[in-house]
């Protein structure tokens, strides 16, 4: 037998975002359920297609969804919280659990199931919502179609599913339950996995696979007898197709026992993540039991180092013999962009150097050919390296002069020039600001003409001038409504921006930019993120142009608006060649000169977000502490250089910091704004916890939705947080940016936030 070539999932929203467009279509009422499931196949039988004739021997099914993978499996088990049953029509139910209902004339207001980030990626996955007493009924439905789907096509395909551990680890209780943890389901779930595995294997599956990226975690007892429990147990089962217990995103370490043990055929791993689990594994693989190699990047866009994935190969096939490898993506190809073929712009050497999931197909098809030889040999693997040896000489000559800068960079420079009691007091006599001052995080409406206004300007229709004056009158516009609202301190509103990390990646060198190389963030929502690929330097200033106009209208401070350094790391498509903590530091240092050359042109205050901060954590705790240590080191670097007067302000969209809410600290921005009006009590706690030393602004009012908070409401949350924290380091502002909002309920709701500050300053 041949070394077996797969992958673990590919992309579902379509090369021309079909699925999206088709999503969006059914969900206005454009169109019939029937044309959005045409699409839904079409765009399956394609990639099968694909995947078949590029040569894979093991084609994964059931990896496509309509919304969201974690959301099916719920369905499949009966995890369906109670307020949707009445739904009667099983797609309508199914939307109405990701998206929500609300029909005011009808009575009608379900809303949705929450939604988190999946891992350290910036896909978000439905929350299944449970309850204690949860009984779970199999519904195979979906499962079963798109398997007679491509058995039809004659294609003989793996089921994928979430594993049972993993699927209860992020499931969540329902808020009006008390129940301690979702793991103690597993005994009532196990049969009803059990019982579908027996069905698939009725239907000729032969194999499956089990989804465990949580075997990457450090787990706690209680999930370590868990995975013993359930891994065995359907290992036991009587009829059942072999079981693939695919990890992912991390190392298994200290984990591996818990698959070796069970009975289960094959297991799968990260090897980009955790390239030295390879020997370790092979060392204590038992005999039969298979290893799937996830050797080709399913998290990044670049060509794969052939020849250094063929030595690990080799490795696995003198260990264990060919028979017992498969050669794979690291994890589902979910994460990439659908086919480079389509990108007709991009500079033909960088093309040369990356991959999407179709170029990383026919990698693993490529590395399973020639598993068996001992030095790789064709066509396919001589340009592999030419490609990489050009990349590497390019990025060698690339700029001397950012390195030599990174190489200089000291301790000092990432270090306020004093302590924050005495930047406060001198900022507190600069600007005069009163007691609980307010303000907003950035955005404000981004209206069809400011979007129509943007995307004319760039394809040449608007000249420069006419955007300039178009961008002009809109900040001018929101300035003005910012100071009737009263709010005390402005921000110029972010019209010119598409997207926070694509504006920055768009006037920094180092950066690339796809036509099509989407990306599924959550649903039918898609990100094209840029493509950090060289040295990344600043030719120019960014946004001083638009800070300084907008500053120019008033005599109240407007905040400086950035994005982070480790948020554009975070939200782009970085070059793996050198270390992400080395890249992160480059961008640092651009965004170091953008914040001088705002302080120089008399900007008082200065925003630089970071929302992707605590994602970026690695899954394995033993990791946090480098992680924390450069990204924080990354924010002070490009926020530190200025002086006691200036004051730097951060936002983060949340607010369960936890076990890094020392990392936050040291980050030492003089304001924080976070994302707190959901979960108001909890973060109070942490703070009062850990105590925050420098001034906060608790978001008090849920941009998330239409409604408009009341001036009561939001006193009440400033009188809890004024409980915790003392009134003199308390700012009011909302969540988070405004952008996605319309312009009436913003008036309304900022004008009662800004009552409410006044009110409770009357009562301190
Ligand atoms: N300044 C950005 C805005 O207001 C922040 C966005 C974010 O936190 N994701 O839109
Ligand atoms: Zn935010």
Not at 337 to 366: G, I, S, Y
Not at 463 to 473: I, K, L, N, P, V
Not at 591 to 609: H, K, N
């Amino acid at each position: 037998m041949p070394v077996l070539a797969t992958v673990l999932g590919h992309p579902r929203i379509g090369i021309a975002r079909e699925l999206k467009k088709a999503l969006e279509a059914y969900w206005s009422g454009a169109t019939p359920a029937e044309s959005l499931l045409a699409t839904a196949q079409e765009i399956r039988t394609r990639h099968w297609s694909m995947m078949k004739q590029a040569g894979l021997d093991q084609i994964p099914c059931n990896d496509f969804s309509l919304y969201d993978h974690m959301l099916d499996m719920a369905v499949t088990v009966g995890g369906i919280p109670a307020r949707f049953e009445k739904i009667a029509n099983p797609l309508n139910r199914y939307f109405a659990m990701a998206r929500g209902v609300q029909d005011r004339g009808a009575g009608i207001d379900l809303s949705p199931l929450e939604m988190t980030k999946w891992f350290d990626t910036n896909y978000h996955y439905i929350v299944p919502e449970l309850r204690p007493d949860q009984t779970f009924v199999l519904d195979p439905t979906k499962i079963i179609a798109e398997l007679a789907e491509a058995q039809a096509l004659g294609m003989a395909p793996r089921p994928v599913l979430p594993g049972p551990v993993t699927f209860l680890k992020l499931s969540k209780y329902a808020e009006d339950v008390e129940g301690v943890d979702t793991l103690e389901l597993l005994p009532r779930l196990l049969p009803v996995y059990e019982e579908l595995l027996a069905l698939l294997a009725g239907h000729g599956v032969t194999s499956v696979q089990l989804d465990e990226p949580c075997l990457c975690f450090d787990l706690d007892p209680a999930s370590t007898q868990a995975y013993r429990t359930a891994l065995t147990r359907l290992a036991g089962t009587a009829k059942r197709p072999a079981l693939l217990v695919a990890t992912y995103f991390g190392s298994i370490g200290d984990n591996l026992a818990l698959v070796t043990e069970s009975g289960c055929e094959a297991l799968h791993l990260d090897l980009v993540r955790a390239p030295s689990d390879l020997d370790s594994v092979l060392a204590a693989l038992p005999a039969g039991m298979k290893l799937s190699l996830g050797i080709i990047d399913g998290r990044n866009i670049w060509r794969a180092d052939l020849e250094q994935a063929h030595r690990m190969v080799r490795r696995a096939v003198a260990t264990l013999g060919a028979e017992r490898v498969m050669i794979a993506t690291s994890c589902s190809l979910l994460h990439v962009p659908v086919d480079l073929d389509a990108e007709t712009r991009l500079d033909a050497e960088l093309k040369n150097w990356m991959a999407f999931a179709a170029q990383k197909v026919a990698e693993v098809c490529l590395l399973a050919d020639a598993a068996e030889q001992e030095e790789p040999q064709g066509a396919p693997f001589e340009q592999a390296s030419a490609a990489l040896a050009r990349r590497r000489a390019a990025a060698a000559a690339d700029n001397p002069a950012v390195r030599h800068r990174a190489g200089q960079v000291t301790e000092a420079m990432s270090r306020r020039s004093a302590p924050f009691a005495e930047r406060s007091a001198k900022q507190k006599r600069r600007f005069d600001l009163p007691l609980l001052p307010t303000t907003t995080i950035g955005s404000f409406p981004q209206s069809r003409e400011v979007r129509e206004a943007r995307s004319r300007w760039r394809s040449g229709a608007l000249d420069s001038e006419g955007y300039q004056d178009f961008m002009r009158t809109e900040i001018g516009r929101c300035i003005e409504k910012q100071e009737n609202l009263g709010l005390d301190v402005l921000v110029h509103g972010e019209f010119e921006r598409t997207d926070m990390v694509e504006y920055f990646g768009e006037q920094l060198d180092g950066f690339a930019f796809t036509q099509n190389g989407w990306v599924q963030s959550y649903g039918s929502r898609c990100v094209k993120p840029p493509v950090l690929y060289g040295d990344v330097a600043r030719p120019r200033p960014m946004t001083v142009e638009w800070s300084t106009f907008a500053q120019s209208l008033s005599k109240r401070p407007v905040k400086g608006m950035l994005t982070g350094p480790v948020t554009i790391l975070q939200w782009s498509f970085v070059r793996n060649d050198q270390p992400r903590s080395e890249t992160c530091r480059q961008i640092a240092l651009a965004l170091r000169d953008e914040v001088a050359d705002l302080e120089q042109a008399g900007i008082a205050m200065i925003q630089v977000d970071e929302p992707a901060i605590r994602e970026g954590l690695p899954l394995r705790r033993r990791d946090w502490p480098e992680y924390l240590a450069w990204a924080v080191a990354a924010f002070c670097l490009s926020t530190a250089g200025v002086s006691d007067e200036t004051q730097i302000h951060t936002h983060m969209c949340y607010s369960e910091f936890g076990d890094i809410l020392p990392s936050i600290v040291a980050m030492d921005a003089d304001v924080l704004s976070i994302e707190s009006s959901r979960s108001r009590m909890e973060l109070l706690s942490h703070f009062r916890l850990h105590g925050y030393p420098n001034d906060v602004g608790p978001g008090i009012y849920d941009i998330h939705s239409p409604r408009v908070p009341t001036v009561e409401e939001m006193t009440t949350l400033l009188e809890l947080a004024a409980e915790v924290l003392p009134a003199e380091r308390l700012w009011v502002n909302p969540d988070c940016g405004l952008k996605t909002r319309g312009w009436p309920e913003i008036e309304a709701s900022l004008g009662n936030m800004v009552q409410a500050a006044r009110e409770i300053r009357r009562r301190l």
